[in-house]
């Protein structure tokens, strides 16, 4: 049904018909920005879904304790190469149905198959001869697995085209209000998704035979409404891509990792020491609750004492994780117009500093009550995480080059991950089994994200003419015209006030032209 809606109103145009300048294209109504982004809060329905419960649905299929990090490599290894790749093949897709959409749309549907493998796991492995009274549901583990990897690389192929149509369909004065949206969406899709998870949902669809599958049955119908209402009612244009070949997305990633605009590298930075914190955050903040807070041991027997009070920490963590959701979706709400007083980067600044002071706190926090007030505030520092980097990077690259970027800042969001992964288990037996000491160093690296956002280029767009952007260093009277470089978006930068000009050809450019009021500087 989308796809039919999709073939609708549509026009075409060649990459030089829309040069980089967002402010040629027309403002979206509220209606249409809540459209395109609201394919965020079913994807996030089903992420909240994934975080919550698929562990222990792998521990109740017999998977053990050590294996379970390695399945969940599956996000960062599925990022590093699903999202940049996507991204560099959404640029140049020349399909009728529009660039980033068919991408949405067939990740969509691999979504609703991972989800459906991984609660069903048990029920097809028992059909296909698994016996879980002698231990054996080999079967079931693997389509769980199968499943889970699916529903990895599925949700990183919809993600990135997601975060590129923003950049493709509204103008740059709107960009800050729609990374604003997409961040309240992926704080409305957390909330629903943990809050549903806790309902004992069996009372009103017994149909369905456990909870875990009436969650994920409502986790598909969720994802499946919010992309048909992006897909229907966000116009696109169709892209025709120029003669020759298509590029090889790889070497296009490759060249786009060494051929980063300042204002991508800097972003870039950011993320990564920024979520060096975050993943230590979501690894282990309700471990930390569980064990540090509430004093319980994951390792003690069923039904003692110990793993009570652990089971009660994590849960007491997850309903402060809801919380959480709740003051992200807020501070989503307030941050364009705090970013209009305050301008991008203070507000990314105090963003990381919170973050990196909450997760050092853990250390000495041992009360519950503030141990909820610390996870709470949280939500703050992720909103603007959620916010900022992408609207600056919205704002700095063309949108012919929007998924290649979008791609790029994925990498150094996951790659942290894999950092992350591979060596906070020393840190932890370094101090003796601690949990806090690994969120201590996710809180170090968030301070060092916080002195990095100093050096964040923040471009500012310029309503300029024709395609190509030339650009011109104000002062440097002695720079040869070999070494000028072409940019990506019109802008001028906070940093060096440098002025991008634009023409259809560099001879074009009349440097007497008042229009260009830095022209005479060159």
């Known amino acids: 049904i989308s796809l039919l809606y999709i073939m609708h109103g549509e026009h075409s145009y060649s990459p030089l018909d829309v040069p980089g300048n967002p402010e040629t294209k027309p403002r ?28 222990p649905i792998f521990l109740e299929l017999g998977v053990p304790h050590v294996w379970i990090s390695f399945i969940w490599l599956a996000g960062p290894v599925s990022g590093l190469l699903v999202q940049p790749v996507v991204g560099v093949m959404s640029d ?29 796991a048990s029920f097809i492995g028992r059909a296909m001869g698994d016996i879980p009274s002698n231990s054996d549901s080999s079967r079931a583990i693997f389509l769980a697995i199968v499943g889970f990897w699916i529903l990895d690389l599925s949700n990183n192929m919809v993600q990135g085209p ?45 149909f369905m035979g456990t909870d875990m599958r009436a969650l994920f049955t409502i986790s598909m119908i969720a994802l499946v409404v919010c992309i048909t209402m992006t897909l229907t009612f966000t116009q696109e244009v169709v892209f025709h891509r120029p003669s020759g070949a298509t590029p090889n997305p790889f070497v296009s990633i490759w060249h786009g990792l060494r051929n980063m605009p300042p204002v991508v590298a800097r972003a870039c930075c950011v993320q990564f020491f920024s979520w060096i914190g975050w993943f230590t955050f979501i690894l282990f903040i309700t471990d930390w609750m569980g064990e540090q807070v509430f004093g319980g041991d994951p390792a003690a027997p069923e039904g003692s004492p110990e793993r009570i009070l652990f089971q009660d920490g994590v849960r007491q963590g997850a309903l402060a994780l809801t919380f959480n959701s709740l003051v992200t979706m807020a501070a989503s709400v307030l ?31 041992k009360n519950k009550p503030a141990a909820m007030a610390l996870i709470t505030l949280c939500g703050v520092p992720w909103a603007v995480t959620m916010v900022v980097p992408f609207t600056v ?7 012919k080059e929007s998924g290649l970027y979008m791609g790029v800042l994925n990498i150094f969001v996951v790659i942290p991950q894999l950092v992350v992964s591979v060596s906070i288990g020393f840190v932890i037996t370094l101090f003796k089994g601690n949990i806090s000491s690994a969120l201590v160093t996710g809180g170090l690296f968030s301070l060092v994200a916080a002195g990095t956002t100093l ?37 001028k930068t906070e940093d060096d006030e440098t002025l991008l000009l634009q023409a259809d050809n560099m001879e074009d450019i009349d440097l007497d032209d008042p229009q260009y009021p830095h022209s005479k500087s060159v």
């Open 162 to 206: 997601c975060r590129a149509l923003l950049v493709d369909a509204a103008p740059a004065s709107q960009q800050g209000l729609g990374s604003s949206l997409f961040s309240f969406m992926l704080g409305l899709g957390n909330l629903l998704g943990y809050f549903t998870g806790h309902l004992e949902l069996t009372r009103w669809l017994p």
């Open 393 to 399: 990077v919205g704002q700095g690259v063309s949108s």
């Open 455 to 491: 050096r964040l280029i923040v471009p500012t767009p310029e309503v300029m003419p024709a395609a190509v952007e030339l650009f011109v260093v104000p002062g440097d009277e002695d720079v040869p015209p070999e070494e000028y470089s072409i940019n990506p978006r019109a802008s």
């Open 92 to 120: 140049t897709w020349n399909g009728k149905y529009g660039r980033r959409r068919p991408f949405i749309f067939i990740g969509s549907i691999f979504i609703v198959v991972g989800l459906a493998l991984i609660s069903n």
């Open 28 to 55: 979206l109504t509220y209606w249409k920005l809540f459209c395109l982004t609201v394919s965020f809060l079913g994807v996030q329905f089903g992420w909240a879904v994934q975080i919550a419960f698929t562990t």
């Open 335 to 365: 941050l364009p117009k705090i970013i209009q007083l305050a301008g991008l980067r203070p507000v990314y600044f105090f963003g990381q500093t919170m973050l990196g002071l909450c997760l050092i706190a853990t250390a000495v926090v």
